[in-house]
């Protein structure tokens, strides 16, 4: 490969070994999965292959000059002008690896055996289930590794993230297969209204409005003189 795109591949996309690809490996091979393959077309792989090829589900076409070479795409690479390591994922399997690779990605290793102690602790402690919950939550806080980046952003009380989007949950089951949250915030025992209680009550001016066209636009707003109340659909 020649030219501009040739020279941004082997300056951007050339693995380069570090301690980091062997870490915590017996066997020294590259924790990244290099060198890839030599194949002479791209074809793709069955569920047992793919999990054996750390979640990719097809080998890409791949001379020798470039085992070492990081997937990319040519037209992203011209923009974005920096590393990337970009796969298809052509099936569930392959998602579900990718994500659950990253979702683990900085656990340190002894993490299970923290979190199965502090279980243990709780159910010997107390019966109270939000405290129990309290305690496994503070032992994942302290076992888990945080960059740099969330741990300013916790000391700060800084949100982690922001959504243009809101989503609200409507339980499709029938009535009787619907489940209703406790509150026990009084000596009387009763049920949050959910979004099915605030549909029936709504005015004669929204009756044509199905359940669908009433949640999406309209909104909850708890003050003294509106009915009480925080969300309780389940």
Partial sequence: ???????????????RHSATCYKDRDNRSCRLGFPRHISDETKCLGLDETLGNQGRFCVLKRNESEVIINNYNSLLLELWQANMDVQPCGNVTAVVYYIAKYASKCEPSDCGDVLREAVQ??????NDVWKQLFTVSMAILNQRLVSA????????????????????????????QRYRLLR???????????????????????????????AV????????TCIDDDDGDC
């Fill in 184 to 214: 026990f915030d009084s000596d009387e025992t009763t049920v949050f209204n959910n979004i099915f209680y605030r549909y029936q009550l709504g005015p004669d001016s929204l009756e044509e409005l199905s359940i669908t066209e009433f």
């Fill in 121 to 126: 602790k709780t159910k010997r402690h107390t």
């Fill in 217 to 224: 636009p309209y909104e909850n707003v708890s003050s003294s």
């Fill in 1 to 15: 490969m020649e030219g501009e795109l040739g020279d941004l591949v082997t300056r951007l996309l050339t693995h």
């Fill in 149 to 176: 980046p969330e741990a300013t952003y916790r000391l700060c009380h800084l949100p982690l993230k922001f959504c243009t989007r809101k989503a609200l949950f409507v339980n499709s089951c029938m009535p009787n």
